[in-house]
């Protein structure tokens, strides 16, 4: 399984950024994604989860309203609509994915995504 994340950068302080998410070698349609982060020195974070068909989100209250996951089963991609940044919202952004039944709630824990990509970074500055 492969999961590249890209679409991370150096954005100011009420800017957006769109994170793609490109996966292979799993079935993404039976996938649920999730999108974490990780600033220094913290743990990572859980930001926003989506079903497999696209229909049921989650996301964490400190990103409720400004950012928003979505995902083309068709190009096997989950994206991260990221609005309204703050220096806050800097990280390291890892998408993830678990193959899941069509009735799973979506996992909000790290530990609920046995396949990860490697992070990409977001800066948010003034």
């Known amino acids: 399984v492969q999961l590249q994340a890209s679409g991370g950068g150096l954005v100011q302080i009420g800017g957006s950024l769109r994170l793609s998410c490109a996966a292979s070698?799993?079935?993404?349609?039976?996938?649920?994604m999730g999108w974490f982060r990780q600033a220094p020195g913290k743990e990572r974070e859980f930001v926003a989860a989506?079903?497999?068909?696209?229909?049921?989100?989650s996301y964490a209250d400190s990103v409720k309203g400004r950012l928003t996951i979505s995902r083309d089963n068709d190009k096997k991609t989950v994206f991260l609509q990221m609005n309204s940044l703050t220096p806050e919202d800097t990280a390291n952004y890892y998408c993830?994915?678990?193959?899941?039944?069509?009735?799973?709630?979506?996992?909000?824990?790290?530990?609920?995504?046995?396949?990860w990509g490697r992070g990409t970074l977001v800066t948010v500055s003034s």
């Open positions: 070698g799993l079935t993404f349609s039976r996938a649920a």
């Open positions: 993830a994915a678990v193959h899941t039944i069509l009735t799973a709630p979506l996992d909000t824990t790290p530990t609920g995504y046995p396949y």
């Open positions: 989506i079903s497999r068909s696209g229909r049921t989100t």
